[in-house]
């Protein structure tokens, strides 16, 4: 089983979803072959509020986490636990640190994979603090996030090994590029983007 999340990302910019001026062939193949639902909603536009509801089955009315970066409420199953429980592998790889999972994410996964310094643990030295400061001075609009390339990677490394192993598997993979500032690679940068408002594209 593969859950692929990707944040603030709009049904109606798949060409799969009748965009026919966007180029998304890798998803418009999935929607072919794979489940495909055309009323799907977030039950609230927060993403670690979203994708515990996502994940537990409840929505935020009776889960009541309302914002990032707070601990997820004891009760529900995760996903992952259930699974876990049927004997499946699971592992999730997520790019964006609202979804830490010291904040309970992790529950049920056997690799919760949420790093997204260069080198591992960076970000909690001295000298990665200073070096946050001064991104953040250089930039107040940085977002940190992981892009989707380095957490694919890692995702597929770890699908490869599960599959390895002939077990049944569950993984989560969540990816931020879509979220605001938008600064995609090339060639993405100039064919849909114009170079205005980054939060606007």
Wanted: net charge negative; charged share 20%; proline share 8%.
């Amino acid at each position: 089983v593969v859950l692929i999340s990707l944040d603030t990302t709009r049904f109606d910019h798949f060409g799969s979803n009748g965009k026919s001026d966007i180029l998304t062939p890798h998803f418009d193949a999935l929607a072919q072959t794979g489940v495909r639902f055309e009323k799907a909603y977030a039950p609230i536009a927060v993403t670690g509020p979203s994708h515990y509801s996502l994940l537990s089955g409840q929505g935020p009315w009776s889960h009541g986490l309302l914002l990032n970066g707070r601990p997820l409420p004891d009760g529900a199953q995760m996903a992952a636990e259930r699974f876990s429980e049927l004997g499946y592998r699971t592992g999730a790889f997520v790019s964006a640190p609202v979804l830490d999972g010291g904040l309970g994410f992790n529950r049920g996964f056997d690799v919760y994979d949420d790093h997204f310094d260069w080198i591992v643990g960076f970000s909690d030295t001295f000298w990665g603090r200073i070096w946050a400061g001064l991104q953040r001075r250089q930039d107040p609009h940085h977002v940190l996030e992981r892009r989707a390339q380095r957490t694919m990677d890692k995702a597929l490394d770890w699908l490869q090994s599960a599959r390895e192993t002939q077990s049944p598997f569950f993984v989560w993979v969540h990816l931020f590029d879509p979220h605001g500032p938008y600064q995609p690679p090339p060639p993405w940068d100039t064919q849909y983007y114009d170079g205005g408002d980054p939060y606007d594209p």
